[in-house]
């Protein structure tokens, strides 16, 4: 039984839903609610009166149901149920005409009332159509206004986007031209390996990649010495050997790769976006190799793929300088930046002083000196430090003695003093501990200064 009352309402919603909605052009539901109103009131008609179906009644009952459906769904429901009317109150219930009656006035009083019916119907039902096309012109501007309202807002917060994705940009730039400005400087010095790192510097403050590295050339083929936003997932490789296409195509051709080519992609595969050499323009060797794993869409532009040829073509320029600048500087008797005696010169004064140790026996002293800072110093403030040193070690020194660099530039240095024995070295030692411990120097309180006495 309780499986019977639960199939019921599932049965019934099958059923309506299987009634069309409307049939012969008219609602379903209209010819339905009129069927049953006539019927029932008919029937009533038939249980408690004589069965004349309310013919001599003013006004009829079946007005009800002829002004609710005109009212209800218009002019084509309403004059069905206007003729559904005419219909069941006239069939086998003709009055009878009297003697006195002609036959107009007869037909004129059995269709008078189906007449009525029907103007009403269509009077009434045209006004509630007209209402309808009303309604439905409402409810069109309505969805239109709405779809324009929606359309409006989404370009608006398009619109916000964007401005604000410029606003970033604008703010962006205005940082990388500090930030240009600030590695500009950074890389005024001449040490090739500063060049190698300042490029990426560069980089990043110039086109903005979110992932880029920069590989330096040696036997074993190019090798990372930095990176930006690589991950542990990331599979880049560390090194490129002479077996790859990338490294082949670099070497050979000596061009800038970019993924926009189909040829470029299928070369850098899943190394990344673009790759540009390092040459040296003088002497045309490839010293390094810079490339960018990943850019946003939006920035891989002519115009960044173009300053990234410039930016490869100025850090080559740049590393041959700094180099050439290295070479030569190799080659002078003094360190310029603190004017202590270089170390090359240093070792062909430690020849000199050897010889005459061995032909004329003429002793010499030598202090080695480190200082060792307190916290890590950069270039600038190493240099800051050892012209400080020079410049205060040279008044409790003799006149003879000659300061050169050690094997640490600028950080290490070796005293030469010709003439000078174990016990001259030993006082000077002396001497060099008291100018250490009554030193109130600022630059130098910070450093901590090894002294180590020998002999040639």
């Known amino acids: 039984m309780e499986a019977d009352s639960n199939d019921k309402p599932g049965f019934l919603a099958a059923l309506l839903n299987r009634i069309p909605e409307r049939t012969i052009g008219m609602r379903t539901t209209a010819v339905f609610e009129t069927v049953l109103f006539l019927g029932v009131l008919t029937a009533l008609n038939y249980l408690f009166s004589d069965g004349s179906r309310f013919i001599d009644f003013a006004p009829h009952p079946y007005w009800i149901i002829i002004l609710l459906i005109a009212t209800q769904y218009g002019t084509n429901e309403a004059l069905t149920a206007a003729i559904l009317a005419s219909v069941l109150l006239l069939a086998w219930n003709l009055p009878e005409q009297a003697m006195d009656e002609s036959t107009f006035d007869y037909i004129f009083k059995i269709s008078f009332r189906p007449l009525l019916w029907i103007v009403a119907a269509v009077v009434i039902g045209e006004l509630r159509v007209h209402h309808i096309q009303q309604m439905q012109g409402l409810q069109r501007d309505f969805a239109e206004t709405e779809k324009r309202e929606k359309s409006i807002t989404r370009a608006y917060e398009q619109l916000r986007n964007v401005k604000e994705g410029l606003e970033a940009r604008i703010a962006g730039h205005l940082q990388g031209t500090v930030a240009l400005h600030q590695s500009l400087k950074s890389i005024e010095g001449l040490s090739p390996v500063q060049i190698l790192m300042g490029v990426g510097e560069m980089v990043a403050n110039v086109i903005n990649p979110e992932k880029f590295s920069v590989y330096s050339f040696g036997p074993n083929g190019f090798e990372v010495i930095s990176s930006l936003g690589w991950t542990e997932e990331d599979g880049f490789s560390r090194r490129i050997t002479s077996d790859s296409k990338l490294y082949q195509e670099v070497m050979k051709r000596r061009r800038v790769i970019c993924s926009i080519n189909q040829q470029d992609a299928d070369i850098l595969e899943d190394e990344g976006i673009l790759v540009g050499p390092l040459i040296d323009p003088q002497g045309g060797e490839i010293f390094g190799m810079l490339k960018i794993e990943t850019l946003d869409f939006i920035d891989l532009t002519l115009t960044n793929v173009e300053t990234f040829k410039i930016l490869c073509e100025w850090a080559g320029s740049a590393y041959a300088q700094a180099r050439q600048f290295q070479e030569t500087l190799a080659d002078t008797m003094h360190n310029p930046d603190t004017g202590a005696m270089s170390q090359q010169f240093g070792q062909f004064a430690r020849q000199i002083l050897e010889t005459m140790k061995t032909e004329h026996g003429v002793k010499t002293t030598t202090i080695d000196i480190a200082l060792s800072p307190a916290r890590r110093q950069n270039a600038r ?34 005293i030469f003093i010709p003439g000078a024995g174990p016990r001259k ?9 008291q100018w250490r411990n009554s030193n109130r120097d600022d630059l130098l309180q910070t450093v901590e200064m090894t002294f180590e006495l020998k002999s040639i």
Do not use: H, W, Y
């Open 425 to 433: 070295g030993k006082s000077i030692l002396s001497t060099l501990d």
């Open 381 to 414: 403030d190493r240099i800051a430090t050892a012209r400080r040193f020079f410049k205060l070690v040279q008044d409790p020194l003799p006149a003879n003695a000659m300061i050169c660099d050690g094997r640490r530039r600028n950080m290490e240095f070796v």
